[in-house]
Every structure is written in structure tokens, then in C-alpha cells.
């Protein structure tokens, strides 16, 4: 009430203060000038208020001051009141003005009452909070589409080979048992390719809920990598490749989940066989630091245009803008394994120069 009666009162111009004050005073005399007769008759004949009016008329002189005080408070009380309510219809018209220009302008736009930037401040952030979430409905809804796109594309090529194939089979259109183990080979070929796209898909769709728990444990990064090398030589020398390791790490040891590493490392791993055969070594060189272990998984065939970089994680993204899957893989696996970097709060990251492509994967060492 007091701060409000302060606003108003710095609100108001003088010249109606003082009107105010002044209709106050004459309408208190009016109504003293009315009402007062009526009560000295009443003392002059009433026997029933006889005590009450006895004490009244010996105080005449206060009875009056009091009365007429009060009058007064009680006229400038509803003028007060008058023109608050019209103090706040000048305020929500404004308010109201102000809303509909920011609807029309940017807050830089025009300049602000400085009663209302707060009021700005909040309307500028919730238009920008609603932006931000329409753009993020249209980039989820663009990505569910590419992701059926995308999809669709990988799975109806091999499909269509498969029952392209099995259609000449079923009407005997081979010319001997020989052509007819071509034809299972392929089917099988495809129905593999069809498996491990499927299997990325839901794998790549389960590493992206943020809510899935890890399985941590210590795990020895030098003994991981010297496995995965062991286990893909016969890989690597089939593609006329040979492995390169250096470790110049004291303590590779991390907290994680040792099933998903060894995903994301294995996709590095085919990625590198898989474009960098051309250069005939895979290096693997691992190094730490007090608080990470730095790991760089580098080939050194055709080194990837500047332009792709920057979504070379992105899923179903290829370089090789085909798809075909004799020269790339399902367009996930580098997805994946950013997903599994990211869930173990690390890094990832790619350098390709002419002759040289490396990936670069920084973990949180253990403690």
C-alpha cells in the first residue's frame, strides 16, 4: 500500500495533487456543513443518546477536528482510489502497446521504458525460447526423415538383389550348379550386409538415449588395442596392410565400459582398413597426460576433402556419396562411436592432410 501510494503520488502531476487536496477540503466542509446540524439537534433532544451527546458537546471543538479530518481522508481515499485504477489501465495499455511491438519489432528495435525491461528482458527470452524449440522440432523432424531416407536406401538395395536373385533360383534360370552357388553366395553376401546394418542401426539408437547406464571398470587401453590388432591381422594383411604400434603411455588405464570401446575402437579400425589401404600401414600410437589417455588410430591412403570434416560423425554420412556398401560401410559406425566417446565424457576428432588421415580419441584416465 505505501510503495503503492509513493508510485502514484510521483506518478501524478502536482497540479492534480493539489486539486485533489483541495476538492478534499470542500467537500469535507459540504459535508460537515450538512451532517453537523444534525447532530447538535440530536443533543439538543434526544434523551436516549443523553451520556453519549453530554460528552460530544463539551468536546464541540474536537468532535469537529475529528469529523472533519476524517471527511477529508476518507475524499482523498477515493481519489486515491480513483486514480489508481486508472494508473493501472494506463499501465496495462502500455503494457499491452509494448506486446504487440515486440511482435511487430526486435527489443534493439525501439527504445524501452525502463519500468518495462524487465518485462522485455522475459518476453525477448521466451520468443527466443520458442524459436529455439520450433527450430528443434524442424531439425528433429528433418532428421527423422533423413533417417527414414537414409534407411530406406540401405535396405532396398540389398533387398532388391536378394529376391532379384532368388527369383532366377525359384524359376531355374541358371545355367549350372555352378552359377547357382554364385547366386547363394551373393544372397548370403547381401543378407550379412542387411544384418549389420540393422544391428548398427539399433545400436547407434541406443547409444544416442543419454539415460542408458555404462558398465565402468579399470580398463588397460594398451592391452584392448594390442587384442583388436591380434584379432584383425588376418584383415589387415588380406588388404596388404601391416599394424604399427607405439605406446608411449605410463598409466593407460580408464574407467569404462569395455564392451563399447572396443566397438568404437573397432570402427576406427575398419575405417582405416577400409579407406587407407592405399598407404599400407595402420599406426596406432597411444600417449597420456596427467588427466587423459590420447589415442590416434591413423592410416594413409586418400586423405578426406575439407568439406566432408566437419560431418564426417554425422550418421548415414559417407564421403563416398553412392552408398555403395562395396566402398563404404552403413554410414553409422564413426556415428556410434562419437555416441560411445561422448556417454564416457571424452573427445573425438579427425585430421586428414594429403597422405595422412588420423583419429584422434581423448579419455579420462581412472581416478
Known sequence: MKNNLIELVRFLPKWKILMYVFLSVCLAAITGIILL??????????????????????????????FYSLTVVLYLFLF???????????????????VQAFGERKMGDFSVPPEFKALSMGINSIIEETEAAIKEVKRVEQLKN??????????RSPLTSIIGYLELINNDQYRDEVELRHFVQVIHDKAISL??????????????????????????????????AVQSKMQVEEAGMEWRFISHAKTPIVLGDGEKLVRVFENLIQNAIRYGHEGKY?????????????????????????????????????????RSNFTGGS????????????????????????????????LKKDG
Open 331 to 362: 554410414g553409422l559406425g564413426l556415428a556410434i562411436a562419437k555416441s560411445i566417446v561422448d556417454l564416457h565424457q571424452g573427445q573425438i576428432e579427425v585430421k586428414s592432410t594429403v597422405g595422412r588421415t588420423v583419429f584422434i580419441v581423448t
Open 80 to 98: 486515491y482510489q480513483y486514480e489508481r485504477k486508472q494508473y493501472l489501465l494506463y499501465y496495462l495499455k502500455k503494457i499491452t502497446d509494448n
Open 146 to 155: 533423413e533417417l527414414v531416407t537414409n534407411v530406406a536406401h540401405d535396405l
Open 37 to 66: 446540524p444534525g447532530l447538535w439537534y440530536l443533543e439538543d433532544n434526544s434523551r436516549f443518546f443523553e451520556s453519549l451527546l453530554f460528552l460530544l458537546s463539551y468536546f464541540r471543538e474536537f468532535v469537529f477536528f475529528v
Open 195 to 228: 544384418h549389420s546394418l540393422i544391428n548398427d542401426i539399433f545400436e547407434y539408437t541406443y547409444v544416442q538415449n543419454q539415460q542408458i547406464k555404462l558398465k565402468k571398470q579399470p580398463i588397460h587401453l594398451e592391452e584392448m588395442l594390442n587384442q583388436l
Open 282 to 322: 595402420i599406426d596406432i600410437m597411444l600417449s597420456d597426460t596427467e588427466e587423459s589417455i590420447v589415442i590416434e588410430i591413423s592410416n594413409y591412403g586418400q586423405a578426406i576433402p575439407i568439406a566432408d570434416l566437419p560431418h564426417i560423425f554425422e550418421r548415414f554420412y559417407r564421403v563416398e556419396k553412392s
